[in-house]
């Protein structure tokens, strides 16, 4: 069953903003995995591709971020965030058994015990695992619940890429969301994790019909990347059965849990399925916690 989770977090002292790249936060999820199972954290850690898990990057409550007619969640910082503020941070699990083993974590968290960021103490105060009006990124569903819910019918797909998202092809990195980058990333998580085989052959049937989406630099890693945010929304054409209409709705809404492209444990890639009748910016920056 995948997970979303959102942890409230409250910082006892400032955070520095060196600390919270995508590579120090990939090592707080290790540090709260081994408090209860080092074996588990040291598997996740060796892990290549398709790690069991993403995060994202560390968030200000009731802050977005908006440049060139588009928002998005915040994925760098440039100055250090104050004690006292409040942040929150997600981390999504993909492994139908990651949730139970970490199941001590989850029960036994005490809001009063200080986990470290660098120098920085943090306070766990409260874990979101279900949808919440102001919190869109928590949630939680069984793999056979999400294809079984999933529509027949519905031939348009709409993503926010609220994070930069980037794509491997070949030896190289490719910011354009083509249909072959999105999908594939997508069904070879869903293959991986769910236990239900959907055929690489669900992406010809796509194609593009909307997109409102720029390239952003993330700077935070050994070496710069470009990523894609933004809007696109896909149509699904041509004489496609029930079957992979139904499959291919399946992944969008997959796609909340297990992001896009590369570096997803990092906190890049991160998507959310919308209302393809919120085309404006605007109205899709509504729907950002």
């Not at 560390?58 to 942040?87: D, K, M, N, V």
């Not at 766990?124 to 569903?141: N, Y």
């Not at 630099?217 to 992979?244: E, F, M, P, W």
Request: aromatic residues 12%; contains cysteine.
């Amino acid at each position: 069953m995948p997970h979303s989770l959102v942890l409230n977090i409250l910082p006892k002292s400032p955070i520095p903003p060196q600390f919270l790249t995508g590579r120090h936060l990939h090592a707080l999820f290790l540090t709260l995995v081994s408090a209860v199972d080092k074996d588990l954290s040291d598997y996740l850690h060796n892990q290549t591709n398709d790690k069991a898990f993403t995060l994202s990057p560390w968030q200000i409550a009731g802050q977005r971020r908006f440049e060139h007619g588009i928002y998005s969640l915040e994925w760098e910082h440039q100055q250090p965030i104050p004690a006292g503020t409040q942040c929150w941070w997600r981390i999504s699990l993909l492994d139908d058994s990651l949730f139970s083993q970490l199941t001590k974590l989850w029960l036994n968290l005490n809001p009063q015990h200080p986990w470290h960021l660098g120098p920085a103490d943090l306070l766990i105060t409260s874990i979101l695992g279900t949808p919440q009006p102001a919190q869109p990124w928590a949630s939680f569903a069984p793999y056979a619940t999400l294809y079984e819910m999933a529509s027949e019918t519905d031939r348009q797909i709409a993503f926010n890429f609220t994070t930069p998202a980037t794509f491997r092809q070949g030896e190289s990195d490719m910011a354009l969301p083509t249909r072959e980058a999105v999908f594939h990333s997508l069904i070879h998580r869903w293959n991986k994790y769910s236990g239900i085989e959907f055929s690489h052959d669900l992406s010809e049937k796509i194609f593009p019909s909307f997109f409102n989406i720029r390239t952003a630099v993330v700077s935070n890693y050994k070496s710069k990347l470009i990523g894609c945010i933004g809007q696109i929304s896909y149509r699904i054409l041509g004489a496609a059965d029930t079957l992979a209409i139904k499959q291919i709705n399946a992944l969008a809404d997959f796609a909340l849990y297990a992001g896009v492209g590369r570096k997803t444990p990092m906190g890049m890639g991160m998507v959310r399925r919308v209302d393809p009748n919120q085309k404006t910016s605007k109205q899709s920056g509504q729907n950002y916690a």
